[in-house]
């Protein structure tokens, strides 16, 4: 019996995710078995006990249950700590483990496939939701020259920057006369067809702007590309999140070049 794994949604029938592990299981020689479980969405401790009882061995879990499994596990890695919120559990015996592997995605997205430098650069994060607060720690692991935090509601900007040391919130509106190196979008307006924030700040030359929407070109975007600033969408850090992943359940971290190349394709 090969081991199962799965990722636990709703909705979950877009997710790439079966396919990205299924090539990740083939490329390295493990024998796994990794499926898309759509939980209720009142279901999801439920499903995941399910999944434990019939022989789960781990699974990743995306919107909108990050924050229930958080509190489901039994145990927390500090970057799954520090962003409130797991994308990765695994079960051993009567302990649930939860993990965030959505950070090193995208810093890995950036570095390794980009090749987007983090370290000196004057950075800023727009909007402070879940998907903000999980890259921050990691991001600044990376020892930016500066992390600014922007976001629609100040008041939820300035509470994520205080969490961590050395990074400051503001609105978006506070932006005008700034210049940045690296702009990497967090906010859903991609996904929910919002008015994207409007990019009052200035971009340094060879500005990059990465938006964590994939599989769209964003209004964000467009605005990022006319611009002159060079662009990318979330792509990469989907599949860097698996690996990662990945690495945590089998102790192997796969190659994501082809497997990137192939969800481009497709
Ligand atoms: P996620 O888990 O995807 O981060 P979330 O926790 O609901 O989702 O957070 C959504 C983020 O996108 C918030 O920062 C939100 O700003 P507010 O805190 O002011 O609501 C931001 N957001 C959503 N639509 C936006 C828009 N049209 N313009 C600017 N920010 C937007």
Redesign the pocket.
């Given at each position: 019996m090969p081991d199962r794994y799965a990722v636990i949604g709703h909705p979950i029938a877009h997710s790439k995710s079966p396919r990205i592990h299924a090539l990740f299981a083939a490329q390295t020689g493990q024998d796994m078995r990794y499926e898309a479980l759509l939980a209720p969405l009142d279901g999801f401790v439920a499903t995941v006990h399910e999944f434990i009882a019939a022989g789960g061995r781990g699974a990743n879990v995306t919107?909108?249950f990050?924050e229930e499994a958080f509190r489901l596990a039994t145990r927390l890695s500090e970057r799954a700590r520090a962003a409130g919120?797991v994308n990765t559990l695994t079960f051993a015996g009567t302990e649930i483990l939860g993990d965030n592997t959505d950070g090193a995605g995208l810093v890995r997205d950036l570095k390794r496939n980009l090749g987007v430098g983090i370290a000196g650069k004057r950075v800023l994060l727009?909007?402070?939701?879940?998907?903000?607060?999980?890259v921050v720690m990691p991001l600044l692991a990376e020892q930016p020259g500066q992390l600014v935090i922007a976001?629609?509601?100040v008041g939820?900007?300035l509470a994520l920057a205080s969490t961590f040391p050395t990074c400051t919130g503001c609105g978006?509106d506070e932006l005008d006369s700034r210049v940045f190196d690296l702009v990497i979008n967090?906010?859903?307006?991609g996904?929910?067809g919002?008015?994207?924030?409007r990019l009052t700040f200035t971009f340094a030359p060879d500005a990059f702007v990465y938006d964590?929407v994939y599989g769209r070109e964003t209004d964000f975007l467009r605005q990022a590309l006319a611009a002159g600033a060079v662009v990318a969408d979330g792509l990469g850090m989907l599949v860097e999140q698996a690996a990662e992943a990945f690495l945590v359940w089998r102790g192997v971290l796969p190659e994501t070049a082809p497997v990137l190349t192939e969800l481009r394709a497709a």
């Open positions: 919107v909108p990050k919120a727009l909007g402070a939701g879940g998907a903000a607060r999980g976001n629609r509601t939820k900007a978006l967090a906010t859903s307006a996904l929910t919002g008015v994207p924030p964590m």
